[in-house]
């Protein structure tokens, strides 16, 4: 692979307005609810970083700027923090502002709403021929090797293809998420997916998550869909619909990722993962196994 084609840049989406949060996201975003001592954004933008990413673009909404302010430098912390003595925490600070280079773009308000939508606010920061991530900003995973990494080699191997990560979810769970149907003999070539399907009519049970590997040519059909007012389901501008769009002449895989998918776009969710991120802590997990125990008796 030469040089030129190695993957730089992520996206991440983090306009949404988290309603199934309120009030706790009335005035910030729900990419930035901690589990347990950081924000949910900040375990993506390591990730990505981890994987190689050098760029991060992270896609808001206006009224809120929690995000810029967290990955950006605070001279009153630091310097409270070096006067202190508390170099560790002072590093740990420091460390988020400097590892990646940030852009920041505001999601535009006239675009219709959908998971395609932030991609059309970058439009213009992407490379027509550029490979690029593409993150959910609720979406974490828990794994050895980076999920970013996973599908950024994935789609190195499958020639530079579009690549979505996806696990299997159960039968009942499907109408959550954007399903995808594989060719007839083929492990990971995607002929098909329905967005929410009817859990009787699901094309499979492998479900999408919230990473991606893309290109322009994805962008240029979902601005096609915006401009013709060719939305999908529930009037929304949905990337899946895209990516369909765009398998019907180009290849596209899905990399079945070695790790635990956990989402946190719900109060359930999102304490389920708390709860197992905590476990993991080596600082705190032992003591806080003792506590749940504890609760059962």
Request: charged share 30%; aromatic share 10%; hydrophobic share 35%.
């Amino acid at each position: 692979m030469k040089k030129a084609d190695k993957i730089r840049k992520v996206v991440i989406a983090a306009a949404g307005y988290g309603t199934r949060f309120l009030p706790a996201t009335k005035n910030q975003p729900k990419e930035m609810l901690p589990i347990i001592d950081k924000p949910i954004i900040q375990y993506l933008v390591e990730e990505a970083v981890e994987a190689g990413i050098e760029d991060v673009i992270l896609v808001t909404r206006s009224g809120q700027s929690a995000i810029e302010n967290h990955f950006d430098t605070n001279f009153e912390l630091e310097h409270f923090l070096e006067h202190n003595g508390k170099e560790e925490l002072l590093g740990k600070v420091r460390t988020i502002s400097r590892m990646a280079n940030y852009v920041y773009v505001r999601q535009h308000k006239y675009l219709p709403y959908g998971n395609g939508s932030p991609l059309l606010t970058v439009k213009d920061l992407i490379g027509k021929n550029e490979r690029f991530i593409y993150m959910f900003g609720d979406d974490l995973v828990s794994s050895k090797t980076p999920c970013t990494k996973q599908i950024m080699d994935y789609s190195d191997k499958r020639g530079n293809s579009v690549t979505v990560a996806v696990q299997e979810v159960p039968q009942a769970e499907v109408s959550r998420y954007g399903i995808y149907k594989l060719a007839p003999g083929s492990k990971d070539r995607v002929l098909d997916a329905v967005e929410k399907p009817d859990p009787k009519s699901a094309p499979s049970r492998l479900a999408q998550f919230g990473r991606f590997v893309l290109n322009h040519q994805i962008i240029d059909i979902l601005q096609e869909k915006y401009e013709k007012n060719d939305l999908g389901k529930d009037e929304e501008l949905w990337l899946i619909d895209a990516i369909i769009e765009y398998a019907k002449k180009n290849p596209v895989y899905a990399a079945k990722i070695k790790g635990e998918w956990m989402t946190t776009g719900d109060p359930l969710r999102y304490m389920k993962t708390q709860v197992r991120y905590a476990l993991e802590r080596k600082d705190i997990g032992q003591d806080f196994a003792e506590f749940l125990k504890s609760l059962r008796s």
